[in-house]
């Protein structure tokens, strides 16, 4: 029988050992780079990403899902426009509305001034003296002078005025009649003529304030007939067709060239 003896190398045995070891520090380091590095991606990326996003999601909850909702929102059809520019199908469209620049214009002018008119009337006034006989009685002529001021107002204005007529490339536009605004009498231009007196009349002939506010009111309402009577009011619908087309004609131009305005009292 033979007799198999083991020997110890202890070289090799040291070898073995130290590469063990090595080995052993070489995946112990792998592990702790490992877990530092998922370690940093989490407190460094993933921590501070979910703090912003609960942050958001409680201050602005609102704006986000409006915001996120308005992805969907979808464009009114096509015809529900003024004027098509092009039309592409599900493609989408290109098209203007009259409307919307005419209208946003009357929040800066309001009130437009379309005429100015010089108007004037005389009044005689009379004090009639004891047993009203005339060689008792005072007279005398006042002229008054005013401003007669039509306007109309923009703010009035409304997207049912404007009729787009496509067949003919024009725009309606329906404006109210033009307004006459308070006379304007001017005290200063006021023409006092001299006092007539008769015989036996002395002294000047004098009116209290609240006769001269009557006086007044009385010239003011002859005026407005003497406006009537002398068709100032169809002049003034004239003038205000002249300044609405003016005003408003650069605008149909620049949504649709070729279109025009076509202004009328309503």
């Known amino acids: 029988m033979s007799e198999i003896k083991e020997t110890f190398d202890e070289k090799e045995f040291l070898e073995k050992v130290e590469k063990a070891a090595e080995e052993g520090a070489r995946k112990g380091y792998r592990a702790s780079l490992g877990t530092e590095f998922v370690k940093v991606i989490f407190t460094k990326i ?34 529900n426009h003024d004027y098509t520019i092009e039309n592409h199908g599900i493609l989408g469209y290109t098209a ?27 009044m005689t006034v009379t004090n009639a003296g004891l047993f009203k006989l005339e060689v008792f009685s005072k007279t005398q002529l006042i002229t008054y002078h005013g401003t007669a ?30 307004r006459l605004e308070p006379i304007n009498i001017s005290s200063v231009d006021m023409e006092v003529g001299d006092v007539e007196k008769g015989v036996l009349a002395f002294g ?4 209290t304030i609240e ?26 619908d004239k003038f205000a067709r002249q300044v609405i087309w003016s005003m408003y004609q ?17």
Do not use: C, W
């Open 149 to 178: 001021v039509y306007t109309v107002d923009l703010s009035e204005f409304s997207a049912s005025d404007l009729i787009v007529d496509n067949q003919n490339r024009k725009v309606v536009m329906v404006v109210p009649h033009a």
């Open 250 to 266: 650069p605008v149909i131009t620049a949504v649709a060239s070729g279109y025009t305005l076509d202004v009328v009292s309503g």
């Open 96 to 122: 203007a509305d009259f409307s919307e620049p005419i209208l946003s214009d009357k929040t800066k002018l309001k009130k437009v001034e379309v005429l100015s008119y010089q108007i004037s009337d005389a």
């Open 46 to 79: 993933v921590i501070p990403a979910l703090v912003i996003m609960a942050v958001m999601m409680f201050i602005l909850p609102k704006a986000s899902f409006t915001g996120f909702k308005n992805l969907f929102n979808v464009e009114k059809p096509v015809e």
């Open 204 to 207: 000047d002939l004098k009116l």
């Open 211 to 236: 006769q001269q506010r009557q006086l007044q009111n009385e010239v003011t309402q002859k005026m407005k007939r003497k406006l009537i009577d002398d068709n100032i009011q169809e002049e003034a």
